[in-house]
């Protein structure tokens, strides 16, 4: 099995930043994409940033040029360095790993517990 456990969330002032690291661990036999996810009361979950294992990045609109995603494949783990942050990036923030358990398997995904991110005015 796979677990994926995110940390660094908190509770910042508007403008401040936060980093977040997320580690994937267990048994498998390659870590694929990485990625982080919010979700806001009320809202759907929505894509905040992913990277591929070559490190090809993507990132929402709403984050592009404050947000870094970022990862460290010998340690199966993602980060997410969050500046300049508004109170409308408040949520929870889930990591998300694409895992393949054996070399010929497909990749199934596999979730985080969520950290809580707050960002006060």
């Known amino acids: 099995q796979v677990q994926v456990v995110e940390s660094g969330g908190g509770l910042v002032q508007a403008g401040g930043s936060l980093r977040l690291s997320c580690a994937a661990s267990g048994i498998f036999f390659s870590i694929n994409d990485m990625g982080w996810y919010r979700q806001a009361p009320g809202e759907q979950r929505e894509l905040v940033a992913g990277i591929t294992s070559g490190g090809t990045t993507n990132y929402a609109d709403s984050v592009k040029g404050r947000f870094i995603i970022s990862r460290d494949n010998a340690k199966n783990t993602v980060y997410l360095q969050m500046n300049s942050l508004r109170p409308e990036d408040t949520a929870v923030y889930y990591c998300?790993?694409?895992?393949?358990?054996?070399?010929?398997?497909?990749?199934?995904?596999?979730w985080g517990q969520g950290t809580q991110v707050t960002v006060s005015s």
């Open positions: 998300n790993a694409g895992a393949k358990l054996a070399r010929f398997s497909n990749s199934r995904l596999y």
